[in-house]
């Protein structure tokens, strides 16, 4: 087993995007063949926000602490189902949200964690390697020549921390530690009801107004490495859309159960 102090890409905070990542869409084409990513009652999510400390600029974990949010990332992941979804976004930091001053990806409402998907720019789907405790999350990479990661985890009460990642190798594996390679460790905190749901930023709409009917996920395989995501809601989200479309550009891995 090979060893390396490696930055991972997913972690590194980047420039803000000033404008959505998607295009709407009146609906899915369902006669498409389509994979879908079904939510259930045992997924848990488990969200991690970082800021950029307002006295040094560097990153920290945001925790109530002062500092601009500029990432959060999800992980929504069920042992029961084997199944893990990783979502990345990076907001940006001069809209207000939720008519506050500073931006709100998500929001907790009585014990339920409310998702925008309006600020989604990454999606990585994946398996849970084997049973047992912390089984392994398994993600291949969205491209001509896939790669795979084993992403390796540890859950402490209601924190999960992302401890290493290994490219799986012809020869073995290279293994990259988070505690010697990145600045911050990847540290996730635990909640146990989510929804995703769909809510312009008030800088682009003078009445805001939040969708929160029921969400369903999908993925359109075009080739080897174009995938395309949906994600439909029941009712419109803006004029006559029910949908949003990410582009190809935006999915990093996706790999699914051996019996779908």
């Known amino acids: 087993m090979r060893s390396s102090i490696i930055i991972l890409p997913f972690f590194v905070l980047i420039a803000a995007c000033k404008s959505p990542t998607f295009t709407y869409v009146k609906e899915v084409d369902h006669s498409l063949p389509l994979f879908e990513f079904k939510l259930n009652p045992s997924f848990h999510l488990y969200t991690r926000s970082i800021c950029k400390d307002s006295l040094t600029n560097f990153p920290i974990n945001c925790n109530g602490r002062s500092g ?24 940006n930091r001069n809209q207000k949200f939720f008519d506050k001053g500073r931006v709100r990806p998500e929001e907790v409402f009585i014990d339920t964690v409310f998702i ?8 990585r789907f994946g398996t849970l390697l084997g049973s047992g405790e912390n089984p392994p999350m398994k993600f291949e990479s ?3 020549h896939p790669r795979i990661f084993r992403w390796n985890y540890q859950l402490d009460d209601d924190t999960l921390k992302i401890i290493s990642v290994a490219n799986i190798l012809p020869d073995g594996e290279d293994v990259r530690t988070t505690e ?8 996730f905190i635990h909640s146990r009801n989510f929804k995703f749901i769909f809510q312009l930023p008030t800088n682009m709409t003078k009445v805001v107004t939040r969708n929160t009917s029921e969400a369903r996920i999908f993925v359109h395989q075009k080739s080897k490495k174009n995938f395309v995501t949906y994600i439909e809601f029941a009712t419109p989200i803006y004029k006559d859309n029910r949908a949003i479309r990410f582009g190809a550009n935006r999915m990093y891995a996706f790999s699914r159960r051996n019996d779908e």
Do not use: H
């Open 68 to 91: 601009t949010r500029v990432e959060t990332g999800y992980i929504i992941l069920s042992e029961e189902s084997k199944q893990v979804l990783v979502i990345n976004n990076i907001p």
């Open 116 to 123: 925008n998907s309006f600020f989604f720019k990454q999606f």
């Open 142 to 144: 969205a491209e001509k």
């Open 180 to 187: 010697t390679s990145l600045y911050l460790v990847p540290t």
